[in-house]
């Protein structure tokens, strides 16, 4: 937290120095204050339309600025190293002009291409065979289904040469930039493929739980999560912790909606066990240690074990035990727009798709939406059709 902090107090005072020279005097600094405060004004009034679409220019203006002010800064720090004198005031004014221009039309070329594209999803198929020590099982106790605290196997009976399906998708980040048409499609889209599973990987909204009740998301969620033949699970994703924070109970609506809500437990429903972990920083929100692994790993031996944590940081190293046969993250976005499509992949040792973390298969999905700026350029949403099968 404080590194990001550190970052972000850097770039604004590389802004500010930037953007300043544009003009003469107290004129080029009042201009570059304004664009500061508009970013901190845009992030006040988030919830509204206006602040919403403040934020996610400024957002993915930063990231065009920096790209551009960096070098620019180096080759005048080595000018000036070589040279030894500064450059002219009026240079100086030219150059920063232009590098202003280029960087909101670089800014405005995004949105023109990223927002559509936002627009649509696509849904990735995967299939994990699971080991020959599991027998895939279907519940003959309706009851039992529904309990998610059920975790013995006596009540299920063996349906060999089964599988079953699951539909992933993580940060839908419900705010006023966000098109109801497309949890619209994603209804239809599960409702298409009839899944046992629907498995949410945390990130709800970043608005309050009451705005969502107030623009009728609770009744899309709910139509969502009846399109799940067994059972619709969740977890939350580091962006709870700041619906918390704000006074909402985002595990209360999700669990309203329909969900299943794994904070920090296992439960074992129908054919599967699942273990959801509470994100890292609503633990640090809410002051507490995220509860260990091996806490977590459920009695049941026969069924599949699948993990869920909505950042794909792996498993801690002391741990030793039952690994899960498959794990689900979401939170990186792959990087969303560029040029984080690139750094994303020096910050996560799995951004995207599937890999392996700590001897665990594990997949991350990109989102089927995004944080701040409704922009994608070199990355994709998607949801995961995942088909779990036997080994044979």
Sequence with gaps: MFIFLFILVAGLVLIYANV???????????????????????????????????????????????????????????RRVVLRQAMSTRALMLASRILLAATVLLTIGLFVYGVPHNGNYRLLETTVKLPSSHVVVASTDSAAVADSSVTDSSVVTLQALSGFTAVFFSDVHVDPLFRRAKLERMIA??????????????DLADVSTMQLDEWGY???????????????VAINGNHESMQERGGSDPDAWMRKVGFVVLD????????ACFAGRTDFQVARRRGIERVPLASL???????????????????????????PDFALSGHTHNGQFFPGTIVINFVWRLAFGEGM???????????????????RA?????????RFTLDK
């Design 20 to 78: 300043s020279p544009v003009a003469p005097g107290k004129k080029g600094k009042l201009i570059a204050l304004g664009i500061l405060i508009s970013i901190f004004l845009g992030m006040f009034f988030r919830d509204t339309l206006v602040g919403c679409a403040v934020v996610a220019f400024i957002s993915v203006w930063l990231c065009q600025a920096l790209l551009l002010y960096i070098p620019w800064d180096l080759f005048r720090l080595g």
């Design 189 to 202: 889209s599960v409702d298409s493929i009839a899944p046992d599973y629907l498995l949410f990987g945390g």
């Design 218 to 232: 609770d009744s899309l969620f709910k139509k969502l999560t009846s399109k799940a033949k067994v059972a619709a």
């Design 264 to 271: 920090d437990s296992s439960a074992c429903i129908g054919q």
């Design 297 to 323: 790993a459920p009695n049941d031996s026969v069924r599949p074990w699948i993990l869920m944590d909505h950042q794909p940081k792996g498993i801690e190293p002391e741990y030793s035990g039952r690994l």
């Design 357 to 375: 973390l700590d001897g665990v298969r594990w997949l991350v999905s990109a989102g089927v939406d995004c944080w701040g700026p409704p922009v």
């Design 378 to 386: 070199g990355s994709n949403a998607d949801m995961w059709v995942i």
